[in-house]
């Protein structure tokens, strides 16, 4: 129920396309949603982030899209460039004592953006 | 600004051997969280200090101990290596008490590996 399972587990996109990764959840108790990337031989970074009351948000070519009853959410990435290939990582996390601080991670989309 | 350092960089050792990780937090953060990478998986939580005390846990043997200290840097340490503790450990720290207070901010890592 703690889990979060991301798909695809790759991604090959030509230059200009749209990238959509998936992610799915279990338990409702989570309340926030991030995304983070990541390049190889570096941590990861904050990409754009959600909570529950919100079904869609967007900052700059990234959207977050968020569907509670289906407890899932999605990241699209509009006009793919080279510079997007990295690794992406979708999280979840819930409030409360016992979980404060823990990201709970999927298992990583390795995207491909090629010229 | 300075970011999260962690050092070091890359080490070696054999089973059963100890190892100390340290990390410097990004200036003004008081939190520190760690994460365990495997190869080809999302990272998983480990634990979070705040104010220098352990506060939150994921699901990691006793082995696994840490400390924060008063200028909120960090150490993490593993007893008795085993094989699988060969991964990236990466540290992160926040201004706030978990990822729902803020942004976790990811330092590059230490590449452990255990032969």
């Known amino acids: 129920q703690q889990q979060v399972k991301q798909s695809p587990q790759s991604l090959i996109v030509q230059k200009g396309g749209i990238s959509i990764i998936n992610c799915a959840y279990e338990n409702t108790a989570f309340d926030y949603f991030p995304w983070y990337q990541q390049f190889p031989g570096k941590g990861p970074a904050l990409l754009i982030a959600?909570?529950?009351?919100?079904s869609e948000k967007k900052e700059g070519r990234f959207t977050i899209s968020f569907n509670k009853s289906a407890k899932q959410f999605s990241l699209h990435i509009m006009d793919s460039q080279p510079g997007d290939s990295a690794t992406y990582f979708c999280?979840?996390?819930?409030?409360?004592?016992?979980?404060?601080?823990?990201?709970?991670f999927g298992q990583g989309t390795t995207l491909q953006v090629k010229p | 600004e300075t970011g999260v350092t962690q050092s070091p960089t890359h080490l070696i050792k054999t089973r059963g051997q100890q190892v100390t990780l340290r990390c410097s937090s990004q200036s003004g953060h008081n939190t520190v969280s760690w994460y365990q990478q495997a190869l080809g998986q999302g990272p998983q939580f480990i634990f979070q200090y705040y104010r220098e005390e352990e506060n939150g846990r994921g699901n990691f043997p006793p082995r696994f101990s840490g400390l924060q200290f008063p200028n909120y840097s960090s150490e993490l340490n593993v007893n008795a290596l085993e094989l699988d503790d060969s991964a990236l450990y990466l540290c992160a720290s926040s201004p706030g008490q978990g990822p729902n207070t803020g942004e976790l901010f990811f330092g590059e890592g230490s590449r452990l590996t255990v032969l």
């Open positions: 959600i909570r529950p009351d919100v």
């Open positions: 999280a979840a996390s819930m409030r409360g004592s016992s979980n404060t601080g823990k990201l709970i």
